[in-house]
């Protein structure tokens, strides 16, 4: 059945808000964790959080400080920063409000009663109190959405836009936490406190649920270098870059004029291979996720205009 371009457009847009609202849920939650374990007298700061986030300019606009409370605030429970836990969710059930038709009924049910979650106590999210355990609702709730999806819906046009829309955003989200963390512990003084390292790797990887995957893949003490390889390059592991492109790739080849959207996805893949593998140079790999970034971004503006503004 050949979608509606509107119809098209609003799972694309439904996933992408939902794998945002999950992504910035676990990487704040994972933030909070790591924060919490170091030592006093270990310098810590939350403002990688709105670096990550790709908000740091939005945020600075309307606030005169970047405390924890307000950074925490604006990524969870702001509803006019767009990227923040509660506004993704209110924009993906505002999406797929109208695409009920080629959604299996218990995944409606599980984004509304998410979006009845988040919406009753945002600040739960935000008091240190209740924040994992309101993250974690977040995050299994997707989850949960995740398994109907997988497990009743058809493998049609509607469910490889969808698959499309999430494997961009959680592409996108990967290639932040890299450029942002991960460039950052590349790039540290060589005087710091060693001590540390692993249990900042470790936050790198669950960041994107990645830890115990790579302790499977990757024997023995934990190093950056590893890191990188395994969320860059391990296609067997869904969050990873490469494993992302994989998906895009898959999604592209089963929606209709292919051809239009080919130049894109190559030069996304060429992004990728400028990624140098020998990881040990933070700026380089920063600039690396910039490009991919780019490319993901002309990915997406192809399959608006391929898909949404060609009909219009």
């Not at 990688?48 to 405390?67: M, N, Q, T, Y």
């Not at 049910?109 to 106590?121: A, I, K, M, P």
């Not at 003084?189 to 540390?196: K, S, V």
């Not at 390059?233 to 490469?242: D, L, N």
Request: proline content about 3%; hydrophobic content about 45%; glycine content about 6%.
């Amino acid at each position: 059945m050949m979608l509606l371009s509107r119809v098209a457009d609003q799972l694309l847009w439904g996933a992408r808000y939902l794998e945002r609202a999950d992504a910035t849920a676990r990487v704040v939650r994972n933030f909070t964790e790591v924060i919490l374990d170091l030592p006093a007298g270990v310098a810590s700061s939350w403002e990688p959080l709105l670096a990550i986030a790709g908000s740091r300019e939005e945020f600075d606009r309307g606030h005169v400080r970047a405390a924890e409370q307000d950074i925490i605030r604006f990524l969870v429970a702001d509803r006019e920063n767009l990227g923040s836990v509660v506004s993704s969710v209110a924009h993906a059930r505002e999406n797929l409000r109208t695409t009920r038709e080629v959604l299996p009924r218990a995944a409606w049910q599980t984004v509304n009663d998410l979006y009845l979650f988040t919406g009753r106590e945002p600040e739960a999210g935000v008091d240190r109190r209740s924040r994992i355990r309101f993250l974690n609702h977040v995050t299994e709730a997707v989850q949960q959405l995740d398994g109907v999806l997988d497990g009743s819906m058809l493998r049609d046009e509607a469910y490889e836009m969808w698959r499309l829309g999430q494997s961009l955003e959680r592409a996108d989200m990967t290639t932040r936490v890299l450029g942002v963390r991960a460039a950052a512990l590349l790039d540290a003084p060589e005087d710091r406190d060693l001590d540390y390292d692993d249990v900042q790797w470790m936050g790198v990887l669950r960041a994107v649920t990645g830890l115990q995957m790579f302790q499977r893949s990757t024997r023995g003490p934990i190093h950056g270098a590893d890191v990188v390889r395994f969320l860059v390059f391990e296609e067997q592991f869904p969050r990873s870059v490469k494993g992302c492109l994989a998906r895009i790739r898959v999604a592209l080849s089963r929606l209709p004029r292919e051809e239009r959207t080919v130049p894109a996805a190559e030069a996304l893949e060429a992004a990728l291979a400028t990624v140098p593998v020998t990881a040990d140079d933070g700026a380089a790999l920063d600039a690396a996720m910039d490009r991919l970034q780019i490319a993901l971004a002309h990915v997406s503006d192809m399959v608006h205009a391929t898909f949404v503004a060609a009909a219009e």
